[in-house]
């Protein structure tokens, strides 16, 4: 039901910042819990974090706990991850990812996007 695109990844230093953007463009975006995943080189896709339907509840892996925060705008249906104090091992392809259940599971969410590449150079 749910068309997802990622934006915003590029290259960026150790330490540095970086937004992504997850545009949706079904009519069903506000009933979803969104979440974050990542797949770095040689690694499986990995849980990073999920926000609820209303925004009020948030989760985070804790390899990203407080540098890392989601964030959404029901109203222009786009979720974001705003990543701060980035590190090497950050570096992956980003997904988000919609689901009907505030989960970590990859199987539990219904729609992906394409992913967006974010290289930390140290």
């Known amino acids: 039901q749910e068309q997802l695109v990622e934006s915003g990844g590029g290259l960026v230093q150790a330490g540095g910042s970086l937004r992504l953007s997850c545009a949706a463009s079904g009519r069903a975006f506000s009933r979803y819990v969104m979440g974050w995943f990542r797949q770095g080189p040689g690694k499986e896709r990995e849980f990073v974090g999920r926000?609820?339907?209303?925004?009020?509840?948030?989760y985070y892996a804790d390899s990203v706990k407080g540098r890392f925060t989601i964030s959404r705008d029901n109203a222009k249906k786009t979720v974001y991850l705003q990543m701060d104090s980035l590190k090497p091992d950050d570096t992956a392809v980003y997904y988000c990812?919609?689901?009907?259940?505030?989960?970590?599971?990859?199987?539990?969410?219904?729609?992906w996007g394409q992913g967006t590449r974010v290289t930390v150079s140290s």
């Open positions: 926000i609820s339907w209303d925004g009020v509840r948030t």
């Open positions: 990812g919609a689901s009907g259940r505030e989960t970590t599971l990859n199987h539990d969410y219904s729609y």
